[in-house]
Nanobody, 115 residues
Framework: QVQFVESGGGLVQPGGSLRLSCAASGIIFSINAADWYRQAPGKQRELVAGITSRGSTNYLDSVKGRFTISRDNAKNTVYLQMNSLKPEDTAVYYC?????????WGKGTQVTVST
């Protein structure tokens, strides 16, 4: 059974930083690609960043240069380092991976960027 444990969300002022973590069981991130999505109130869920099994990364245009996705194979954990946060980054952030044709999601972690 695939399970994710997300952590690292919280309240931060504009310009601040947070690092989200997604620790997995039942799936190996070095074999399967992983992504971070986010969903703001009243908006559709959107792909923020992804990392392939080979380590290639991709980003939503609005977060390029500010966010970095990475992976620790020994800990089977994917991270999202978020710098220079803006109020429009406020959302619930979800870890996602696909295995054997099925999609798996974490429960989400709230990120709020506000003064």
């Amino acid at each position: 059974q695939v399970q994710f444990v997300e952590s690292g969300g919280g309240l931060v002022q504009p310009g601040g930083s947070l690092r989200l973590s997604c620790a997995a069981s039942g799936i190996i991130f070095s074999i399967n690609a992983a992504d971070w999505y986010r969903q703001a109130p009243g908006k559709q869920r959107e792909l923020v960043a992804g990392i392939t099994s080979r380590g290639s990364t991709n980003y939503l245009d609005s977060v390029k240069g500010r966010f970095t996705i990475s992976r620790d194979n020994a800990k089977n954990t994917v991270y999202l380092q978020m710098n220079s946060l803006k109020p429009e980054d406020t959302a619930v952030y979800y870890c996602h991976a696909r295995k054997s044709g099925s999609d798996y999601w974490g429960k989400g972690t709230q990120v709020t960027v506000s003064t």
